[in-house]
Each structure stands twice: as C-alpha cells, then as structure tokens.
C-alpha cells in the first residue's frame, strides 16, 4: 500500500513541479519585449530516493525545483553600464554644440563678418568725403550694427549656458529619486533572500535603475555580502550604501549665477560640492560645457570684441573730428573685470582694477594663485595655458606684473596661501561693446582726419584698412601679435566649434554601435526567445498532463 502512496506522492510532486515550470515559462513569455527582463529558468533535481521494504534497491520519489535563477552575466551588464555614461555624455555634447553651431554659423545677409566688411566700407566712404552727414550717419550706423551683432553672439552663449543650468539643476531631482528606488530595493532584496530565495524581478528592476543612473554619470557598483549594492561615483563619493541615499542638492553660485554647484549631503546633513567629481553621463557633459567649453568659447568671442574696440579706438582717439576734437574713443571703452575664488579661506581680496594703458592692454584671462601671504604668487594665463611662478606682489599696492599689461590692480591683506583671483581686461567686451553715446550724439566727433585740415580722410582711412591688419592670434590670441584678420579670426571660431560638433556626433555614433553589439551581447545571454518558450511549453505541457494521468491511473488502482 505506502508503494502506492509513493507512487500518488511522485505523480503530484512531478505535476506541481511542471505546473510551476508552466508559470516561469508564461512569465518569460509575458516580458518578451520588456528590455529590461532577464530570462528565469526553473530548475529541477530529482528528490531523494527511498528504499522500501523488499524493495530491490533504491526508489525515486519524483522531481522538485531547487530554485528559479535569472540568466544574467555581471561583467557584460557592467559594460552596458560604462557604455550607457559615455553614450549619454556623448549625445548631451554634440546636441548642446550643434545648438552652439547654429549661433555661430552666420546668415549671408546679416553674419558677424559681413557686418565687419560694411563698418570698414563705411569708413572707406568717409574718406572720400569726411564732410559728408550721410557717410557720418553711416559710419555710425554700421558701427551699432557690428555691435549689436556681437551684443546678440554673447547672449545668445549665455542663453545656452542657462540652458545647461537648467538641465543639471532638473537632473539632480531626477537622480535623488534613482538612488531612493534603489536604495528601497536593496531592502525588498536582502528581506526576501536572507531565506536564500532568488528576488529576480528585484534584480532586474535594481540593474534597470542602475543604468538609468549611469546615464547622469559614471558609477561604480559593488554588491556585498547581504545582497544589496553600493553605488558610488566614479572617484568615490556614495551615492547609495545599503538602505541609505544620499541626497544631492544644487547650489547658486555666488560668482557666476545663476549657475548652480551639485552639493552632496553625508549622514549628519553636511553638504559638500561635488560638481568637479562627476565625469561622464549627462551631468558630466552639461557640467563641462557650461563651466569649461562654453566659457571658452564665449572668451574667445570677448577677446575678438575687445581686441576690436581696442584697435579702433586707439586709431580713432589719434585722430581729429570735425570739431577740431581728438582722443575720442568709438566704441565704450573695455573694462576689468575681477573675481574672489568662491573657496578661498583668507580675507584678502582684489580690487575692481582698471586699465591703465589702453593701447597695449592685455586682453587674456589670468588666475592668481597664493603662495606667500602679501609676498608672492603664481600667475596662470588662461587664455594661453602657461604659468608664471613666483610673481611678487604688496598688499594693497598696485601689481607691477598687471600693470606691465596696461592693468591696475591691488589684493587686500588677509589673503591665505591657496587662494584664487581672476583678473580679465575685456571681460563680457562682446556683451557690453556699443558705440560711444558722444558720437552717436554727435556724428562730428567721428575722426576723419590725421588733421584738422578740411577734408582730411586720412585716418578714416587708416580704419578702414584694419580689414586686412592681422591683429589676431587664430590659437593663442595675443595682445602683442597676430596672424589673422578679425574676419579670419570669426570663422576660426565657427570651424572650431564645427569640428567639435562633427567629433562629438561621431563619437557619439561609435558609443551607439557598442550599445548595439552589447545589447545583443546581452539578448543572447538573458533575452527571451519566443521559440525557445513555445518548446519549453509543449515541454512541459506534456509533462504536466502525463502527472495528472498518472495521478488518474493511481487512483482507479
């Protein structure tokens, strides 16, 4: 009698088994165009065997299912990870470029070089006849144009700057919430497989966030002994430890808003900047192109403007109007623009300065570094890159290294070793470049002449012949030298803003082509196969219909 038992007992274990066998295979089934499913396997093993009495050895008592895994292989999901920060980062730049390069990329009718060719035509109409009111309102018409035009170019940069503020500032809500899913993940995980029970839909959710994650930035990924991950940021800094997030937060810059520091908060609430420490990911592309690429490239635009309003301005201030007047500038003069570092810890600080020498002027961005309290510093051009060491300076005395570029300009006592200052001469030159109000008032101050001689055109000529002066440096713009034209200079900023787009697209194309190799990496390992479940369903149809008749026949015995 217990042989029939027995036997009953394997026949329900084995319809059981196969019925559970039937549910992962609808559930496969079910998530066949889920992206981010991971195929189940039920496996099986036979239960341990029995020896009844008389019997002649030992007999089966059926099947049971051991566990149900999840076909995942780490090493290719961490690659589709690092490939999902770098596509991102990638794609954020050549989007954010292409938009850069509409803004550069002039129209026929009314492009920045064109508007370069009819102020010196205009200046060239004048000296033909320096008397003349209607080249005068010409003069001074083109002249606003020229400056409306970079007026347009400047803003036009910031506008995509507040853009890319925007972007970080909306992400950093969006990253706060993945790392609070996750977090609540590693919780629902670690509950359900302390009993050693495989929480496969859990998983895959966490790998799904996870990568979500790493399209903001690059992180790393640790599981520990629990089950539960720990995400950090690619130097280091966590981001989730356990059943803990921690939040980020952003910050207004006190120098440059509304640009905003990404500020990380540890367990006591105490918040750190961590903007410098994110790399690669959305986050990491906004970051760099609005604190490094776009600041470059709007430099560069300032450095044309003021190179412009300088040169002019030291041409027409030499010359006569027909007042008899000279030392008249054309264009507003250009200005000094200095800056605190936000980190300093002393309480030295650099005066607002002044140009001094505005022929010869430089027109480079320095940072200043001390080394010496009210000693020495060190000087950093960052228009070129190079370093000065060991520059000497006196509190609240003029700097005798600025003022050898035609600049006046004083740090306070108080400064620590390690505190930073900016000094820029022709700072936002392409923003605030307008003609002066007292030619615009008055079209008889315009120089015409080298003399007041009536009808001397000679210096509206000389103006008009900085079309072909080669005042810029197309790599390194230089104050001292140049090797192109204002023209030649422009279009070597939109090529360089060209080349960069083209170089981001195709970068971005070849992180798409590893994404696809990747992903189909992946489908081979832990995608779902119609074919393959419709087998395994026939498969275990059958099995589970020959348990129940089994089950039938035992029970007419």
Do not use: C
């Not at 971005?508 to 696809?516: P, S």
């Amino acid at each position: 009698m217990s042989n029939i038992y027995g036997a009953m007992n394997t026949a329900k274990t084995a319809l059981l088994t196969h019925q559970m066998a039937l549910e992962v295979t609808g559930q496969n089934i079910a998530n066949v165009n889920n992206p981010n499913y991971s195929r189940q396997e039920l496996l099986l093993e036979s239960s341990f065997p029995i020896q009844p009495s008389g019997a002649p050895g030992l007999i089966g008592t059926g099947v049971r299912a051991t566990t149900i895994i999840r076909r995942f292989d780490q090493f290719l999901e961490s690659q589709r990870t690092l490939n999902r920060s770098n596509t991102q980062y990638w794609d954020s730049k050549q989007d954010f470029l292409s938009r850069l390069e509409v803004v550069y990329n002039e129209s026929r009718e009314n492009g920045l070089n064109k508007l370069f060719d009819d102020f010196y035509l205009s200046f060239q109409d004048l000296a033909f006849n320096p008397n003349g009111l209607t080249e005068r309102t010409n003069v001074e018409a083109q002249g606003r144009n020229v400056s409306t035009m970079f007026n347009k170019l400047s803003k036009d940069i910031t506008n995509l700057r507040i853009d890319l503020n925007t972007k970080i500032t909306s992400s950093v809500d969006e990253v706060n919430r993945i790392t609070t899913e996750i977090a609540k993940l590693n919780e629902k995980i670690h509950e359900v497989e302390i009993d050693n029970v495989t929480a496969n839909d859990f998983r895959d959710k966490r790998e799904s966030l996870i990568r979500d994650l790493s399209a903001f930035a690059e992180v790393n990924v640790v599981e520990d002994s629990n089950r539960q991950v720990m995400v950090s940021l690619k130097n280091g800094r966590t981001l989730v430890i356990g059943q803990t997030a921690f939040t980020l937060s952003t910050q207004v810059r006190s120098d440059d808003a509304p640009a905003v520091d990404i500020m990380w908060a540890d367990a006591s609430g105490a918040t750190t900047s961590i903007t410098s420490e994110i790399e690669n990911g959305s986050l990491g592309s906004w970051i760099e192109m609005r604190d490094t690429e776009f600041l470059g490239y709007k430099d560069k635009l300032d450095i044309l403007a003021g190179t412009f309003i300088r040169d002019v301005n030291n041409l027409h201030s030499a010359g006569y109007g027909l007042n008899g007047g000279t030392g008249q500038d054309f264009f507003t003069a250009n200005t000094i623009k200095t800056t605190n570092g936000k980190d300093n810890t002393g309480t030295g600080a650099i005066s607002s300065g002044s140009i001094v020498d505005p022929e010869n002027v430089s027109l480079h961005k320095y940072e200043i570094t001390i080394t010496a309290s009210g000693s020495t510093f060190d000087v950093k051009d960052l228009t070129t890159g190079t370093t000065t060491t060991g520059v000497s300076y006196s509190n609240a005395t003029n700097i005798p290294y600025f003022q050898s570029l035609g600049i006046n300009a004083q740090i306070s006592a108080g400064a620590a070793v390690g505190d930073k200052f900016t000094v820029q001469a022709g700072a936002d030159a392409a923003l605030n470049i307008k003609v002066d109000s007292a030619i615009s008032s008055d079209l008889g101050k315009i120089a015409a002449g080298l003399t007041t001689d009536n009808g001397d055109g000679d210096n509206a000529l000389k103006l008009s012949q900085l079309q072909n002066d080669l005042k810029m440096n197309k790599t390194s713009p230089s104050a001292a030298s140049g090797t192109a034209t204002f023209s030649e200079y422009y279009n070597s900023l939109v090529g360089q803003v060209g080349v960069a787009g083209k170089a981001a697209i195709s970068m971005f194309n070849q992180q798409e082509m590893i994404n696809f190799e990747l992903d189909n990496r992946r489908e081979q390992v832990a995608g779902v196969s119609l074919d393959e479940e419709m087998v395994n369903l026939i498969r275990f149809q059958y099995a589970y219909q020959a348990s129940a008749k089994m089950i039938g026949v035992i029970d007419e015995m």
